[in-house]
């Protein structure tokens, strides 16, 4: 399949925001608060736990953003929280504590090589693994946050999110 330029700068767009607020710092952890009881009246917390499936292996790690607005949608300098975490049998997991209720939207990508980026072959495919919550179609770059979306709360929850790979 031929890939016009406009569906390349997509692609490209895709790769390119994906490690690096994560690989800074900017965004570790969602909604951290300092230890201790919840004031009176403030509102109920959950934990998000994001399960990616279908790895093609076990070599490098696995980035996972959460996004709460869909004008962050995906930037990862935007995101809410992000992660870092290895892999094991083709999986891996993240949690995100102290979520409020509300809709979110969960970006993953399988950096194989560890070089921080998505890396793309000659015609702007990814040559490395991706994935959206709702399993969210990408064909040309990103899926809008609305078709990702998924509602957190009242309880904990979990997500899970299957790796896509081109051939």
């Known amino acids: 399949m031929r890939i016009g330029s406009g569906a390349r ?3 490209l767009a895709f790769g390119g925001w994906f490690l690096a607020g994560l690989l800074s710092g900017a965004a570790a ?6 230890a201790g009881a919840a004031p009176k009246g403030a509102p109920q917390r959950f934990a998000l736990s994001v399960r990616v499936n279908e790895l093609n292996n076990d070599k490098g790690r696995v980035a996972v953003a959460l996004f709460a607005s869909p004008d962050d949608f995906p930037d990862q ?3 809410l929280a992000g992660q ?7 999986k891996a997991s993240v949690t995100f504590q102290n979520l409020l209720p509300g809709r979110y939207a969960v970006a993953v990508l399988h950096d194989e090589n560890e070089n921080s980026k998505m890396d793309f072959n000659f015609l702007g495919m990814p040559l490395e693994g991706y994935g959206f919550s709702n399993d969210a179609s990408a064909p040309f770059g990103p899926p809008s946050f609305d078709a990702a979306a998924f509602r957190l709360g009242p309880r904990p929850s979990f997500v899970s999110v299957k790796a896509r790979y081109f051939p």
């Not at 952890?29 to 300092?34: D, I, K, N």
């Not at 870092?84 to 083709?90: A, F, Q």
């Open 77 to 79: 300098e935007r995101a």
């Open 84 to 90: 870092l975490t290895r892999i094991k049998g083709g």
């Open 9 to 11: 700068a997509s692609c």
């Open 29 to 34: 952890s969602a909604g951290e608060e300092p």
